[in-house]
């Protein structure tokens, strides 16, 4: 069965965005902007599992960004809201606002710093859940990478993450994560890395009867990133993760984190990524992550572009007590169309589709989204 998916937004409301949407402000030596999107979707599974109930979902996200660049600093704040309809299942309707804020020192051949925290309203289907769930999560991470010579260097990290949810039944997620890596620079345009990460993993107001998946992560990389070779840059990093859970169990998994683009053409480019890690989930459970995609972009003119990706993913839940363990394959498509209108204005279609194949029979589903979108932005 075919999943696929549909945005479709009025043409009316557009032309009001063009003429009414916030013209662009200079302000503090930065520039503000507004931005409105909107977007109708048909979905034929809105709950991502096997009782596969379709509808239509009306969304739009209103939003103001900020962006300031003096010097080797740079800022950009943004903040909005996501106002999600559906025609039939008018209970998950939802107001989700956002906000974002990021940091960014460029020092050259010394290196750079990043930094930056967010909060996001998460309403949406819970693909380890099966059901749709809504939440509040709250991140924040630094990144410092530091060359004390010429050619070799250090790179310390932080994050952490809370997730609070909002649908009863489902637990709390709090991460706290940091690492280093050692740098050397093999030329001008390619690094070679290695690294230790650590990340704590804690749930809260679990359900009773449900296991305990609280655990300690210790992963050891080694990786290139930069330009790989002509027309190829990006980054690749292979290594190993341990996972030793606070009940007194471990596990392990290789660990795999590849982000490639090939510059096939001038029109054309194409993207591989490949991740491999553990997560812990809202349904009191660890999982263990492969999860690829193979895809391409191409301008079919100087404004129109299409764009479209397949991927793998094996997810192995594991659980033990009043939620049991499952293991899932997965299949994805997407097919999306854009085009530019003007600078300020544009349109796009796409199409996605999942096939989830799963031991368990409420997460063995099909499930597709149709899409047409218009987005404004002064």
């Known amino acids: 069965m075919l999943q696929l998916t549909a945005r479709v937004t009025a043409a009316a409301f557009a032309v009001f965005v063009a003429h009414k949407s916030l013209a662009f402000v200079e302000i503090a030596r930065g520039s503000l902007t507004a931005g409105l999107a909107a977007s109708a979707a048909h979905d034929t599974n809105i709950f991502g599992n096997n009782t596969e109930r379709p509808d239509e979902i009306l969304t739009i996200t209103p939003d103001l960004q900020f962006t300031r660049n003096v010097g080797t600093i740079s800022m950009f704040a943004s903040g909005g809201v996501n106002l999600i309809r559906f025609s039939d299942h008018t209970d998950q309707n939802s107001e989700d606002p956002f906000a974002n804020l990021k940091f960014n020192y460029d020092g ?40 004390y010579s010429e050619k070799l260097g250090v790179r310390p990290r932080a994050d952490l993450s809370f997730s609070r949810s909002r649908t009863n039944g489902f637990n709390d997620v709090d991460r706290l994560g940091a690492g280093a890596g050692l740098l050397y620079r093999y030329s001008p345009k390619l690094t070679l890395v290695s690294g230790y990460d650590f990340r704590t993993t804690e749930t809260r107001d679990r359900l009773a009867g449900t296991n ?153 589903y099909d499930r597709a989204i149709y899409t047409l979108q218009v987005s404004a932005r002064y």
């Open 108 to 147: 050259a051949d010394k290196g750079s710093a990043q930094a930056g925290a967010s909060y996001r309203r998460s309403s949406e289907t819970n693909d380890a859940a099966l059901p749709r769930t809504e939440s509040d999560d709250y991140k924040a991470d630094a990144t410092v990478t530091y060359y």
């Open 212 to 364: 305990k998946p609280d655990s300690s992560d210790h992963r050891f990389s080694f990786g290139v990133e930069g330009d790989l070779a002509p027309k190829l840059t990006g980054s690749a990093s292979l290594g190993a993760t341990y996972r030793d859970f606070d009940d007194g169990d471990s596990s392990w998994l290789p660990y795999a984190g590849i982000d490639l683009t090939w510059a096939a053409s001038e029109k054309t480019s194409v993207f591989l990524t490949v991740s491999s890690d553990f997560d812990t989930t809202s349904s009191a459970q660890s999982s263990k992550n492969l999860r690829t995609a193979l895809g391409a972009r191409h301008a079919l003119s100087a404004r129109l572009s299409l764009s479209g990706s397949i991927g793998y993913e094996h997810i192995k839940y594991s659980s033990s007590g009043l939620i049991g363990g499952r293991t899932d394959k997965v299949l994805p498509l997407t097919l999306n169309l854009d085009y530019a209108v003007n600078k300020y204005l544009s349109l796009g279609a796409g199409v996605s589709w999942r096939h989830n194949s799963s031991d368990l029979v409420t997460a063995d």
